[in-house]
């Protein structure tokens, strides 16, 4: 199993930019598929990016051109670039494993736009 803890989040002004840290323990962590979700106010929780164990990346529309997702499977690190960020990206960003089955969250990390 993996478990995972995000770090990175905080408050920053609209335009601005964070890098969200997951880092990851676990012998399986280089065979996982790494997603970052996130949970704005009142609503469900959405896929964001995710990046696969040959760096193949997908995005979310909304998120498409901002944002980056990158993996270290020898720091088992995997960082969420955010950049050009607006009041609609304020919440909770989960990191997300998944490796034949198995799936584990982190506990999240809070991002906040504002003026």
């Known amino acids: 199993q993996v478990q995972l803890v995000e770090s990175g989040g905080g408050l920053v002004q609209p335009g601005g930019s964070l890098r969200l840290s997951c880092v990851a323990s676990g012998s399986i962590f280089r065979l996982s598929v790494i997603d970052w979700y996130r949970q704005l106010p009142g609503k469900q929780r959405e896929f964001v990016a995710s990046i696969s164990t040959d760096g193949t990346t997908n995005y979310a529309d909304s998120v498409k051109g901002r944002f980056t997702i990158s993996r270290d499977n020898a720091k088992k690190l995997v960082y969420l670039q955010m950049n050009s960020l607006n009041f609609d990206d304020t919440g909770v960003y989960y990191c997300?494993?998944?490796?034949?089955?198995?799936?584990?969250w982190g506990q999240g990390t809070q991002v906040t736009v504002s003026s």
């Open positions: 997300h494993s998944r490796f034949s089955g198995l799936t584990s």
